[in-house]
Every structure is written in C-alpha cells, then in structure tokens.
C-alpha cells in the first residue's frame, strides 16, 4: 500500500519551521508495512492545497495532511479538503461542547473564529485530540492532523490502527537494515555490493552522513531472511569498513569496549574543540571509563598542560605528526586520543593547507598517528576529524589483545 504526505505551511517552505512530523509518520507507517510514494509541501494556499490533493489521490492509496487545522485566516486545510471532496463543512453539536471545555479548562476565552477548529467535512469521522485543540478526521482515504507535533504524535497511532481495521489489512511491517561505513567513497561502495542487490523485493539506498554512509536495504518482514543473507555477503566483502548497523554509534561502541576490557581515555583536543569529546560525554554510562578532555588549542596549552617540549612545536609546528604523538603521550589513561589540524578557513599554506589534520591514539603502549587531509568548510573538517578519530581508535581497540 502506498500513501502519500502533503505538508501543509508556508513556514515549512521559508524555513521557519523544520519538519519532524514526516520523520515520525514514516516511522509509524513502517509498522503497518504503508510506504510513502510522494511527500508534498505546499504553503497556505487553498488552490495548491486542493492541486496537492489531486495529485496524491491519483498516485496513493491514502492521503495524509498534515497542518492547516488551526482557527486563522491562513488555516486552510479543511476548506481545501471540502472543496476536493465536495462535502460541506458541517460542526458536530458534541465536539463543539469538548472544545468549549478545554477552552474554559484552560481559562482562554473562546473566540467565534475558533467553531473552525472542529469544523469537517460531512461524513467525516474525528480522531480525539488528547493534548490540544483541534481533532483530526478521515474521509475517503483522505486523513487530516494538526501540525503540532505532539498532537499529530498523539492521534497519529490511533488513525493507523483504525485504518488497518477499518481496510481488514494483513500488516507485513516494513523491515529496514541499516550498514554503517566508513573509508570507501560512496561510488566505491556501490560497485563493491550491487551485485548482492538481484531480487526485486529488496531496495537499497546510500545515505551520506558526517559519520559515515549508510547503506539502507529495504522491504517487508516476510523477506527478512533475503535482507540477512545479503547482510553477510556485504560483511564478507567489506567488513572491516563496517562499524555498526542501524542506530549504533561509534561512540557507543567504542564505550562497551572500553568497559569490557577495563580500559579508561582521556581526549587532548586542537582543532576540534571539544567536539571530540562531547562524542563520549553523550554515552550514558561514559563516567565510568571517561577521565577528561582538555581543548589544548593554543600553543602554551599544549605546553603547560600536556608537558610537551616547546622546541618540538617549534620545530614541527602545532600540526604536525610529531606534536600529535606528544599530546597523547601527555594523556596518563591507557586509551588516548589527540586532533591538531588546520580547519581554516583561513591558515594554510602550500606545505600545509586547510584541511590537514593529525590524529594521535595511544592504546595501552603503542601509539600511532593518522594524516588526513580533508575537503570542505571549516565545520566539515572539524566533523570529519571526529569521525575518523573515533573510527580509528575502534579498529585498534577491537585488533588490541588484552
């Protein structure tokens, strides 16, 4: 079954307002196996609400709006759907009574403009708002829910599981696997794997993060079997470039194996400042293996705080190889990590651009440094050194034999 969004607000378009409500929706539409065809954004205009409606239930099973439900002149949704559905708008006698209620509840006057908030079209059946205003309603495969996020995420549920009832559907959940890479460029990888990729029950996608691509293989759950199979010919193939699946994180990884092997880190960071180790501070848990991070950014830093000798900076420069190796050796845990770099995006210079950076990680007794040299503007790179920082001190711990 195929349905599709239309989003509702001219705020979405100018980018007053981030979308989260399709996040949420297609993650709950997953569950009963409803996948999104189109997802449509459309200001608040009653002629591209309408032409929005006519596309979608052309293309899709069901059409979902979301916002427009409110009582202002800019809230135009239910007149759209009306007009589209040919059905008057109608005010129930007993819905009005709810809303006059929560308006006293809350000691709001209630205005003559807000009867529009349970106005809908006739034969509509309403979904209860528990958390606001305005009830959602369905008619003719057509679903409307406020824009508030926390009153879409209260009835949106309650829709789903009527709708399922309601159609007698058999509900074969949509079954996402998740692979998260790191070190092969994203053409790289597709030529690696496409030939896993031969049933046509199965799609996969590349999804290009800071932290890494994701390769997104997707279908339902009675060709999950087919997913895992194709999950270890991947595994086979590109393993060692494979740090986690679905929602793991580096970070988290890198924690439990610290934990497991008694290890305790501390992090010197440059060029990154702090973001490094905000990284681990976001583990739950952390406080158990995390000693401290110190953003040694200038010079003098470096010097009083991780004891390194002036004439080696003098010498090598802040970044440099050397000096990277010297910050973690200041460290006193077994696990350390150290960034120095030139982020820019001013700083550069022919022997040593914008966008070179070292990584010194120090596990137990051996230490190595890594030399990158990175693209993009001064944020990127600063995320990019954290990536490869944590994904480096992964694959030393797992190769690290206690």
């Known amino acids: 079954m195929k349905c599709t969004l239309v989003l ?98 809350l000691n709001i006057k209630f205005l003559d403009k ?8 006739e034969g509509a059946l309403s979904i209860k708002n528990d958390v606001g205003m305005a009830p959602a309603f369905y008619i003719d495969d057509v679903v409307a829910f406020p824009g508030v996020p926390r009153e879409l995420f209260n009835m949106f549920p309650k829709f789903l599981e009527f709708y399922s009832k ?27 794997i496409k030939k896993y990729f031969t049933s046509p029950d199965i799609e996969y996608e590349f999804l290009v993060k800071d932290y890494g691509i994701i390769v997104r293989m997707q279908t ?16 086979n193939s590109i393993g060692k470039h494979i740090f986690g699946e679905d929602k793991e994180t580096l970070e988290n990884k ?63 420069g802040a970044v440099s ?10 460290l006193d845990t077994d696990i350390a990590i150290s960034t120095t770099g030139i982020a820019g995006p001013t700083g550069g210079t022919e022997e040593k651009p914008v966008g070179l950076v070292y990584v010194g990680i120090k596990v137990k007794e051996k230490v190595s440094t890594f030399k990158f040299n990175f693209k993009g503007d001064r944020s990127r790179i600063r995320q990019k050194t954290v990536l490869h920082s944590l994904f480096e001190l992964y694959k030393m711990l797992e190769e690290d034999e206690q």
Do not use: W
């Open 220 to 235: 339902t759950q009675v060709y999950k079997n087919t997913v895992e199979k194709i999950k270890e010919k991947i595994y």
């Open 254 to 316: 890198i924690v439990n194996l610290l934990k497991s092997k008694k290890y305790s880190i501390s992090i010197a960071e440059s060029c990154t400042g702090g973001q490094l180790t905000s990284k681990f501070i976001d583990v739950p848990g952390v406080s158990e293996v995390f000693k401290e991070g110190i953003i040694s950014y200038s010079n003098v830093s470096k010097v009083q705080r991780l004891n390194i000798d002036k004439n080696i900076i003098d010498t090598y």
């Open 8 to 105: 509702v607000g001219t705020e979405l378009l100018n980018g007053a307002t981030i979308d989260t409500n399709s996040i949420y929706m297609a993650e709950e539409l997953n569950k009963y196996g409803i996948k999104i065809a189109y997802k449509l954004t459309i200001g608040d205009s009653l002629e591209e609400i309408i032409e929005a409606l006519k596309f979608a239930k052309k293309n899709s099973d069901l059409t979902i709006v979301s916002g427009g439900l409110g009582p202002t002149d800019d809230d135009l949704t239910k007149m759209a759907i009306s007009k589209f559905l040919n059905k008057k708008l109608i005010v129930e006698k007993d819905e009005l009574l709810e809303l006059k209620e929560k308006f006293k509840n």
């Open 166 to 192: 309601e159609k007698n559907r058999k509900v074969d959940p949509i079954y996402i696997k998740d692979l998260i890479v790191v070190g092969i460029p994203e053409s790289h990888l597709e030529e690696k």
């Open 114 to 121: 807000n009867h529009k908030e349970v106005e809908k079209p």
């Open 321 to 330: 190889k050397e000096v990277a190796k010297k910050m973690v050796l200041g």
